[in-house]
């Protein structure tokens, strides 16, 4: 009966559910799990802010050591060393080793986990989470683990080198707040995952529900209020309404940033559109990066000044305007940097 009460009072899985279970059923057996599941949605990005507010908020949490051994442990910087084969973990400010030297694979830590590989690695190796103790977190292994978001992380199973994982979104307790019957799935972005099922691909909302139909032949995550998604009759960009937002297709293109889309209508020549589907920089480029700090990577097809009979793909540092602001080195030949979309397979 107990147990019933609490699965249907915090059926909706926010703090404020779980807290007022907590004032409401101060009987109730589940009153831990309550604590702990405000704790947890409290402290999401392992951030000492997040932990000093938490303890300065619910001085009544009845596991208040943790919290502050938790808060402790986020002002370390912790950074992932290799010694020999294997990885360990060390202070980055004091080189002080943090945790021991063990692992086959490491990543850095988000929300206070980290994905790592143990140190028996063959072909079937999984990949697991552990905490700032060097811990298990999650008990669980998985064919493909990325880092947690906000409480979130995409991860796969079966056979992903071979193209055959399924993906889901598990929360930092293991569970899996979408189960993993995806064929691929992007991290979470502005509220919504990309997602496909063989050739169909839709969006989901942040618990997993259908927010948009499976009905795009590829889809992109939103970024600035927009989600790249591919039709029958091109690349266009649809809004949160599901709305189509620029009234034009394009061969291929890429997520916005800085208020601007490399796109392609020929696959040969890519330039930066905006948020209305207009020209902003010309479309006179073998390839196109995204904008990040102000600046985008380009690449021109030129003759060697060597050899005139033989191309170049010369790359270049442009601003938001297009103009030049630096001359990379060129890559030894001339087929270009290709624009990939980024793929969880």
Known sequence: MQDSIYELYTRDGRVETYLGFVQEHKGNRNIFKAWDEVYNLSTLNDKFEEYESFIAKYASFPNMPLAKQDMQRAGVAYKVAKRGDYYGYIDAKTGEELLPFKLAEANEFSGGLAVVSGTICDENCGYYYINKLGDTAINKTFSFAADF?????????????????????????????????????????????????????????????????????????????FAAVKTDSGWTFVNKENTQAIPRYF???????????????????????????????????????????????????????????????????????????????????????????????
């Open 149 to 225: 978001v906000n409480g979130r992380a995409v991860v796969g199973i079966g056979n992903c080198d071979e193209d055959s994982c399924k993906y889901g979104v598990i929360d930092r307790k293991g569970r899996y707040v979408i189960p993993p019957i995806y064929d691929e799935i992007s991290d979470l972005s502005e509220g919504f995952y990309a997602a496909g099922i063989e050739d169909d691909y839709g969006f989901l909302d942040e618990r997993g529900n259908i927010a948009f139909p499976f009905t795009y032949k590829y889809a992109l995550g939103f970024k600035e209020g």
């Open 251 to 345: 061969k291929d293109v890429r997520s916005f940033a800085a208020n601007l889309s490399a796109a392609t209508e020929n696959d040969s020549t890519w330039g930066f559109i905006d948020h209305w589907g207009k020209w902003v920089i010309p479309a006179k480029y073998e390839s196109a990066e995204d904008f990040e700090n102000g600046f985008a990577i380009v690449t021109l097809k030129e003759k060697d000044k060597k050899n005139k009979s033989l191309f170049v793909s010369q790359r270049y540092k442009i601003d938001a305007t297009g103009k030049v602001v630096e001359k990379l080195e060129a890559p030894k030949d001339a087929s270009g940097k290709k624009n990939v979309r980024r793929k969880k397979k």
